[in-house]
C-alpha cells in the first residue's frame, strides 16, 4: 500500500494589516494585554466584499498545484476546511471547484467542519483515500474570513483580537517511498464541552416555525432558527463565545498526549522530531507544549505573532513558511497538533 506525500505547498493571507493598536481603536484593550496573553502583535483581515474565505482558498491552491507540478483539472478531490465558510450551504468545496476552473465532474468535494483542528481531520481523510488507490491527487485546503463575524464592541474583546484571516493548502499523492509521506495520525474528540467554545446562532436549536404554519410554532419563543433577528444581533448572539481559560486548560493537557500517541504509534521520542507545527492558538499554548516536550526553539514554528488564530489554515500557512524559509527538507519528520472547538483534537507524523 503507497504512503501519501505533501507533494505540494502553499498560503496565502490578505494584504490588509489590522494591529492591535487598530483594534484599540474599537474596543477596550492594550497591546500590552494581547501580546502578553496570547503573543500576537498584528493579524490579516480580508477586504470586504472582493475577498472570501473560498476565493483565499484557491490563491493558497493555485501555489500547491503549481508546485505540485499539477494543473487544476488533475485534481480529483478537494477537502475544504473551514468554520468561515461563503455560504451557510453549498460548502466552500464546489466554490473552490468553480474559482480553480475545474469544469469536469470526475471530482469529489467535501467539506470539514472541525474548527481549529480541521486540518488535521482533513490530512487523515485524505490519507485513507490515498492509501486505498482512490484519489491520487487530492486538494486539502484550511481556509478562514474570521474578520467579518467578530463583535469588535468590548463585549467581544476575549475572541475578537484572538483572530485573522488567511488560507493554506496542500497536495497530496501516493509515493512507494516507505521513507516518506504520512506515518501516522491520531483523532479525538469531546462533545462535553460543545458550546465552550461555539458560534450557537443562527441553528436549527432554535427551533422557529414560521407562524403561518402549525409545524411547532411556539409564540414563547425566540425568532431564530436558521436565520437571525434583530435581537439577536443586539444581544450579541450572532457572535463566537468562548471559555477561554476552559479552552487553554484542557489544550496545554491534551496536546501533549496526542502527541505523545503519534510519537508512541511509530516508535519515536520528542527527539527525533526536527519540526514541531502547533496549531496557532496562543502562544503560551505553544511554549507550554514545547516545554513539554524538550524541544529547542528552532525547532518550533510558530507566527500566531503575525497572523493571529486563523483557525483551519494555521497549520498549512505556518508548515509553508517553513518549507519557504528552508527548515524543512527530505527526510525531516514533522509533527502537526491541533486542538479547538468540538472539543476535537489530533496530530500526524510526516516523514518530508
Ligand atoms: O483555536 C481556538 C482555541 N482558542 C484558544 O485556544 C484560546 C485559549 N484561551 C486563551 O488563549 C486565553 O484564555 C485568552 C487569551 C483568551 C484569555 O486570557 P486569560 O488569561 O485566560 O484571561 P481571562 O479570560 O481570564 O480574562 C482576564 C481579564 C478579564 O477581566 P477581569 O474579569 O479580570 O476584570 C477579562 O475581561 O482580562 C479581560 N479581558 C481583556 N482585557 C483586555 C479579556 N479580553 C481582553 C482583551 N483586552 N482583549
Not at 477596550?28 to 494585554?33: A, I, Y
Not at 467579518?148 to 488567511?166: A, E, H, K, P, Q
Not at 508548515?319 to 527530505?330: I, N, Q, T, Y
Amino acid at each position: 500500500m503507497p504512503r501519501t506525500k505533501i507533494a505540494g505547498i502553499g498560503f496565502y493571507v490578505p494584504e490588509q494589516v489590522v494591529t492591535n493598536h487598530d483594534l484599540m481603536r474599537h474596543m477596550e484593550t492594550t497591546d500590552e494585554w494581547i501580546q502578553e496573553r496570547s503573543g500576537i502583535v498584528e493579524r490579516r483581515y480580508a477586504k470586504r466584499h472582493e475577498e472570501t474565505t473560498s476565493s483565499l482558498g484557491a490563491k493558497a491552491a493555485r501555489i500547491a498545484i503549481e508546485r505540485a507540478g499539477i494543473t487544476p483539472a488533475d485534481v480529483d478531490f478537494i477537502i475544504f476546511a473551514t468554520l468561515s465558510p461563503d455560504y451557510f450551504f453549498p460548502g466552500c468545496g464546489v466554490l473552490l471547484q468553480r474559482e480553480l476552473g475545474i469544469t469536469h465532474t470526475e471530482i469529489g468535494a467535501l467539506d470539514i467542519r472541525n474548527q481549529c483542528s480541521g486540518f488535521v481531520y482533513g490530512l487523515t481523510v485524505a490519507d485513507q483515500f490515498v492509501r486505498s488507490g482512490m484519489y491520487k491527487n487530492i486538494l486539502l485546503v484550511g481556509a478562514e474570513v474570521h474578520s467579518m463575524g467578530l463583535d469588535y464592541s468590548t463585549r467581544g474583546r476575549n475572541v475578537t483580537v484572538l483572530f485573522g484571516d488567511g488560507a493554506g493548502a496542500v497536495i497530496l499523492q501516493p509515493t512507494d517511498d516507505a521513507n516518506q509521506g504520512i506515518l501516522t495520525s491520531k483523532l479525538h474528540s469531546d462533545g462535553t464541552h460543545a458550546e465552550q467554545l461555539a458560534l450557537i446562532n443562527p441553528g436549527a436549536h432554535s427551533g422557529y416555525h414560521d407562524h403561518n404554519t402549525d409545524f411547532g410554532y411556539d409564540e414563547s419563543l425566540e425568532f431564530g432558527g436558521l436565520f437571525l433577528t434583530e435581537k439577536m444581533v443586539e444581544d450579541g448572539m450572532a457572535f463566537p463565545v468562548m471559555d477561554g481559560q476552559l479552552v487553554f486548560k484542557t489544550a496545554v493537557t491534551k496536546f501533549p498526549e496526542v502527541i505523545k500517541e503519534v510519537l508512541d504509534d511509530q516508535g519515536f521520542t520528542p527527539a527525533d522530531i526536527d519540526l514541531f507545527i502547533p496549531h496557532q492558538a496562543n502562544l503560551r499554548i505553544s511554549q507550554f507544549v514545547q516545554k513539554k516536550l524538550g524541544l529547542p526553539d528552532e525547532k518550533v514554528w510558530n507566527n500566531i505573532q503575525r497572523f493571529g488564530n486563523t483557525t483551519a489554515a494555521t497549520i498549512p500557512i505556518a508548515l509553508c513558511e517553513a518549507w519557504e524559509a528552508g527548515k524543512v527538507k527530505k527526510g525531516d519528520l514533522i509533527c502537526i497538533a491541533a486542538f479547538g472547538s468540538g472539543f476535537t483534537w489530533g496530530a500526524s507524523l510526516i516523514r518530508w
